[in-house]
């Protein structure tokens, strides 16, 4: 972890436990970010009950073994990287002062996503991502056409389906609330 550990806040659980090797999953949030959402809360006289990662309320929500997530938003790029029902790979871009050009702003974020899963790749050769796992996209800015065209043209991965585990009525905006979908199945 490149931060002090009286910085963060460390959450973790154990995925295998083979006698002296142990697969750990482990999550670590900076407290300054934690500490300020809790006041916030509070100060609205709202107690809450859990709180989650973007990325992770994402992964589940999108609830595929292998896969990449990413939540496009005018101000912000989630990433979540799922390798054998793990995420493997978690990111947080916030591009606030950005470019305001639409096509300029698209392009940064699909740069970031391509980064990532770059990054995950060179990070594991003898594992790297194979060529048919689906990018699925979500957040306000998965609607446009743009996006879609420019993640299909940058990456060499198909662009999957939404399909939610929850029933929805045919013209709810799935990709607007992956998010909170996953959320939700967190409290299930």
């Known amino acids: 972890i490149p931060?002090?550990?009286?910085?963060?806040?460390?959450?973790?659980?154990?995925?295998a436990d083979r006698g002296a090797l142990q697969e750990?999953?482990?999550?670590?949030?900076?407290?300054?970010?934690?500490?300020a959402s809790v006041?916030?809360?509070?100060?609205?006289?709202?107690r809450p009950s859990l709180m989650d990662l973007k990325p992770l309320a994402l992964a589940r929500a999108i609830n595929k073994s292998q896969a990449?997530?990413?939540n496009f938003e005018a101000d912000c790029l989630e990433t979540a990287i799922v390798v054998n029902d793990t995420p493997v790979v978690m990111r947080a871009v916030t591009l606030i002062g950005e470019s305001q050009d639409a096509a300029e702003h698209t392009s940064r974020m699909v740069d970031e996503l391509s980064r990532t899963v770059r990054f995950y790749n060179d990070s594991h050769k003898e594992a790297a991502l194979p060529a048919d796992t689906p990018i699925y996209l979500t957040g306000a800015l998965a609607q446009n056409a743009d996006?879609?065209?420019?993640?299909?043209?940058?990456?060499?991965?198909?662009?999957?389906?939404?399909?939610?585990?929850?029933?929805?009525?045919?013209?709810?905006?799935?990709?607007?609330?992956?998010?909170?979908?996953?959320l939700a199945l967190k409290q299930m």
Do not use: H, K
């Open 3 to 15: 931060v002090p550990l009286e910085e963060v806040y460390l959450s973790w659980q154990i995925l």
């Open 24 to 35: 750990v999953f482990l999550v670590s949030v900076p407290r300054e970010l934690v500490d």
């Open 39 to 46: 006041q916030a809360l509070r100060l609205a006289n709202i």
């Open 68 to 70: 990449v997530a990413a």
């Open 147 to 182: 996006l879609l065209d420019t993640v299909e043209g940058c990456l060499s991965y198909p662009v999957g389906v939404l399909e939610p585990p929850f029933r929805y009525p045919p013209a709810f905006p799935v990709a607007l609330y992956m998010i909170n979908l996953g």
